[in-house]
């Protein structure tokens, strides 16, 4: 069974800062791998979809990579915001199911 | 356009009630999904329904009843709440890959409904 690990749990940094967000998966037959935002009281936001033939994918500011062999990706997120504060999810494809993990709590401090 | 909307937004109700949350999807996916969100904020699968088909029953108590009357639409039905049951109930829907339970295309997720049980 697909086990989804975030580390980690919670970050806080200050505006402007490049991160690096972490997703470990144990079953390396996956699917796509996809990235979210939820803000607070708020549903999902997807940020990026990752198949599993590819090793990155960019969208603005963000770039998520994946390393299916290893079962990692990360969430690479340049000149941080205090509009980037959230949490951020990765969750990881199979046969008709995604499994999520429990995320990374997200602080940029203006 | 909404591309998947759940309602009711809120639901605040008393131990053994029934409820239910209604879920419907624009998008033409033939694959829908009921997550729950615990407190901490943990997200786990529930069901998930391909083509008005059952796929995944996560080992949730059959108070719970999924039911889908075409694959735009699935509703979850709650018997007898419980209080451990407080939680946000996320709806989601994904285009299958390829054949029928194949792999889950990128998912689509509903704005949740919180439910409170006293």
């Known amino acids: 069974k697909q086990e989804v690990t975030q580390i980690p749990a919670a970050l806080s940094v200050p505006e402007g800062e490049n991160l690096v967000l972490n997703c470990s998966f144990t079953?390396?037959?996956?699917?796509?791998l996809q990235w979210f935002r939820q803000d607070p009281g708020k549903g999902l936001t997807s940020l990026l979809l990752?198949?599993?033939?590819?090793r990155e994918q960019t969208s603005g500011r963000l770039n998520a990579s994946l390393d299916k062999s290893s079962g990692r990706s990360t969430l690479y997120i340049a000149a941080s915001q205090p509009g980037d504060s959230a949490t951020y999810l990765c969750?990881?494809?199979?046969?008709?199911?995604?499994?999520f993990g429990a995320g990374t709590r997200l602080t940029v401090k203006p | 356009d909404t591309a998947v909307s759940q309602t009711p937004k809120y639901l605040v109700t008393q131990m053994g009630n029934d409820k239910s949350i209604k879920c419907e999807q624009n998008?033409?996916?033939?694959?829908m999904y009921w997550y729950k969100q615990d407190s901490k904020k943990f997200l786990k699968i529930m069901f998930s329904?391909?083509?008005?088909?059952?796929?995944i029953n996560e080992t949730v108590p059959n108070r719970f009843s999924p039911k889908s009357p075409d694959k735009a639409h699935l509703n979850l039905h709650i018997n007898s709440l419980e209080l451990g049951d407080s939680a946000v109930y996320f709806c989601?829907?994904?285009?299958?890959?390829?054949?029928?339970?194949?792999?889950?295309?990128?998912?689509?997720f509903g704005e949740g409904s919180r439910l409170t049980v006293l």
């Open positions: 989601a829907s994904s285009r299958t890959e390829g054949l029928a339970g194949g792999p889950a295309g990128e998912l689509f």
């Open positions: 998008l033409g996916h033939d694959t």
């Open positions: 329904y391909n083509n008005k088909e059952l796929i």
């Open positions: 990752i198949q599993s033939s590819q």
């Open positions: 969750a990881v494809g199979n046969n008709n199911d995604m499994r």
């Open positions: 079953d390396s037959a996956i699917y796509n």
